[in-house]
């Protein structure tokens, strides 16, 4: 059973393009989340979500919309794609807040716009 | 400003020694959670281990353990008896009560040597 599942793990894609990346966790969990890991593998928070309410907005682009239909799916979508979002995508969630849990993360999405 | 610190960017050792990796971090909240994961050559995001700033005693999750020394604010990360399988990138990251996301440091290559 996964717990966090996020579709798909490769996308090749052009410059200019519409993308969406899927996110669904299993756990019950009360909060979601985007994180992009850039080439340096720095991995930095773009979104969170807490039962259906975006909680925090990092300086993101306006490009980046994130969609939860629910509190099981936080779904990515991205307009205009550029060079600079080549990166990986991840998806996590938490039980809470509060609460100190773990998040637990997807298997990331490798984004690569030519 | 940088919230976590990792110093090592690369550690070796040798198959079946222990090894410590380095973590500081910085936050004025007295509520906060310390976090490690593990992130093999596959992608994924593993998570290892938590400490609570309120914990009396240090974590430990099988041949993980967590050597928390808060006046220092340091949350280093032991592996004891390591095996080729730990050859991985290691993150460590915070959580304050201010945010419910993460704060990733940059990570640590660790490459276990037969």
């Known amino acids: 059973d996964t717990a966090v599942s996020q579709t798909p793990k490769y996308l090749v894609t052009q410059m200019g393009n519409d993308k969406s990346i899927k996110c669904e966790q299993n756990?019950?969990?009360?909060?979601m989340y985007w994180y992009k890991q850039d080439s340096k593998k720095f991995l930095k928070i773009m979104f969170s979500?807490?039962?259906?309410?975006?909680?925090i907005n990092e300086t993101v682009p306006n490009r980046f919309s994130p969609k939860s239909p629910d509190k099981a799916h936080l779904n990515l979508h991205i307009n205009s794609l550029e060079l600079g979002d080549s990166a990986v995508y991840f998806c996590?969630?938490?039980?809470?807040?509060?609460?100190?849990?773990?998040?637990?993360f997807g298997d990331g999405t490798r984004l690569s716009i030519l | 400003a940088q919230k976590i610190t990792q110093t090592q960017p690369g550690m070796f050792v040798q198959e079946k020694e222990a090894v410590t990796l380095d973590c500081t971090y910085d936050?004025?909240?007295?509520?906060?959670?310390l976090f490690w994961y593990k992130q093999p050559s596959s992608g994924e995001m593993i998570f290892l281990i938590y400490?609570?700033?309120?914990?009396?005693q240090n974590a430990t999750e099988g041949r993980y353990s967590l050597n928390f020394q808060k006046a220092r604010k340091s949350a280093n990360l032991v592996i004891s008896a390591s095996q080729l399988g730990d050859s991985a990138m290691y993150f460590c990251a915070m959580r304050d009560s201010g945010a419910n996301n993460l704060f990733f440091g940059t990570g640590t290559r660790l490459t276990v040597i037969p």
């Open positions: 400490q609570g700033s309120y914990d009396q």
């Open positions: 756990l019950g969990h009360d909060t």
């Open positions: 996590a969630s938490s039980q809470g807040p509060p609460g100190p849990g773990p998040q637990h």
């Open positions: 936050t004025s909240d007295p509520s906060y959670g």
């Open positions: 979500y807490n039962n259906k309410e975006l909680i």
